[in-house]
């Protein structure tokens, strides 16, 4: 009877003391993206206990083991749930972090804008663990993060690597371009130039710009040449100022302006006359030159210098026979002469 008792209350003490509790406890888990993972979990109770995963919330499978190919969707809190049906339910939980490395998902294009405009360039990227992007141009980094923006400004041109990288030692990178236009500046303009006729001369004009600036050279309104040398043997007619105009689409025309002086020694155009005269009579002459510089004009009797300009006015006294000569020069080292005779007759002899 004791015994029958005691048995009877051993058992009631046993059946309360089987709690339901976990053997194995699923654990945390790091993967590569695209290896199979192995949850385990199993649990002890009266009665056995089932055993449920679940991931936010969601049935995912039951049994002691999960095993799944892991996707990088997948990392999160896997929940293993016992349940023996008295409601005595247990649960345990284990992190699956899935790492995969960086892809891009926004790429940055190429740009082209003006020099003083905002200009942004984006890239963004997939990666686990978290990504870090930077932008480098030239070997340098030059900002962090998905947007890089800059205020244009000339120097700024160039390539620019947005270059992304995780944890798992892989980085990849990719590049735009950065195409910053502006308008022409002239950095060397033409020099004012002196030649004598017949030489050859050279003028060089250099402008900066982006697009690169297009020279034309432009005389009296009308283009003579294009490109950054201007070369021609000179002729007399081609004194005058030349302009050097640069231009490149921007709508911003600069221009320098330089003058030529083709020189060319005195020629005379129109020549002192032979002349009988009588005497007193007023005689003029008239000689007329061209030349660069100007030249002046010199009348010369005897070997003296009797007067000076175009016109040479004289009274035909009795002694004012003789030659004349007109003497253009200019400071060029280079004359030309003409000479004229005069014969005065005597009204009385
Ligand atoms: C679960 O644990 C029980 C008790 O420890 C053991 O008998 C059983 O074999 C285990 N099952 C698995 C699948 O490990
Ligand atoms: C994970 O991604 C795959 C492929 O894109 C998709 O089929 C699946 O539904 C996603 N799962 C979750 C939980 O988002
Ligand atoms: C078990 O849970 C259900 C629903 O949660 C509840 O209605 C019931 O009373 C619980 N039973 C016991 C014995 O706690
Ligand atoms: C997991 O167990 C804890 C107690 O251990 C409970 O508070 C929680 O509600 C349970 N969660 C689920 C999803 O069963
Ligand atoms: C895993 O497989 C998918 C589909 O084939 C692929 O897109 C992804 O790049 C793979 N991940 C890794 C880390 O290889
Ligand atoms: C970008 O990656 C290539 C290899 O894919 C490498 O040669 C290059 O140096 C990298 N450039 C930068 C700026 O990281
Ligand atoms: C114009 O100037 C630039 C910059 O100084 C120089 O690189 C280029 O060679 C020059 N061009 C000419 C035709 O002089
Ligand atoms: C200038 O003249 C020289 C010879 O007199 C000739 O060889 C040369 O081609 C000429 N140059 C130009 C630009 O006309
Ligand atoms: C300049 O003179 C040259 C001859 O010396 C001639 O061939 C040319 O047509 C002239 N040009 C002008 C613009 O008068
Ligand atoms: C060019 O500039 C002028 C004056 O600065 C302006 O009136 C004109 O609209 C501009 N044209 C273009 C195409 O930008
Ligand atoms: C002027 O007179 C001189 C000497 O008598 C003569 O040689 C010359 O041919 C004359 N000139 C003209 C234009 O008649
Ligand atoms: C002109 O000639 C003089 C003497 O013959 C000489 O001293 C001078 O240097 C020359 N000038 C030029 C510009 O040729």
Redo the contacts with the bound molecule.
Sequence with gaps: MWVLFASVWVLSITAVVVETSFTTRPSNQIVIENTTVTFHCNATGDPTPKITWTKDDKILGEGNTLIFVAYRNQSGQYKCTADSGRNLTINASAFLDVQFPPSFTSEPTDQTVIEGETVTFHCDAAGNPPLEIVWIKDGRTVDQGQELSLQASRELSGKYWCSVQNGLGISVNISAQLDVQFPPTIISAPKDETIMEGASVTFHCNATGNPPARITWIKDGKTVSSGNVLTFNTSRNQSGEYWCTAENGLNSTVNASTSLDVQFPPKIIS?P??QTVLENEEVKLHCAAIGNPIPKILWIKDGITIGTGENLMLKAWRNASGTYTCMAKNLLNATEIS???IDVQCKYK
Excluded: I, V
């Design positions: 020549r006359s032979n000479n004229a005779h």
